[in-house]
């Protein structure tokens, strides 16, 4: 999948009693969900900026909604994406791989 490039957005999620992390990665135009293993691209995973529905072009933050919709904003695009936590399917993560993964991000980041 790659590294993460530009983390704009990073926010953590519940959806079924689970927590996910999610991230808005800018750069690559994606939009990447945590699992066990890591994380895998749910969104613009081919990583080309562009308008169709499964791509877009440098998104920079993203909200949720209480019918665990995604709402990313996508900046070129001039549009909000929506897209729902659910049907994407993001696998679960447990509590200590989030404290992990914001403590590499922070290492990253710093």
């Keep these: 999948m790659g590294g ?3 983390p704009h957005n990073v926010t953590r999620t519940v959806s079924g009693g689970l927590y ?3 991230i808005v990665d800018q750069n690559t135009n994606r939009f990447i969900g945590s699992s066990p293993y890591g994380y895998r691209c749910l969104v613009g995973c081919s990583q080309q900026a562009g308008s169709t529905s ?3 072009n440098q998104p920079y933050s993203m909200s949720f909604d209480n019918q ?3 709402y990313i904003k996508d900046k070129n695009n001039a ?3 929506m897209f729902n936590l659910i049907q994407i ?3 679960a993560i447990s509590f ?3 404290i992990f993964i914001i403590y590499i991000l922070h290492k990253i980041l710093s």
């Design 20 to 22: 996910y992390l999610v």
């Design 79 to 81: 549009r909000v994406q």
């Design 68 to 70: 665990e919709n995604i």
């Design 96 to 98: 200590m791989n989030i």
């Design 89 to 91: 399917q993001i696998p």
């Design 4 to 6: 993460v490039q530009h």
């Design 54 to 56: 499964s791509q877009l």
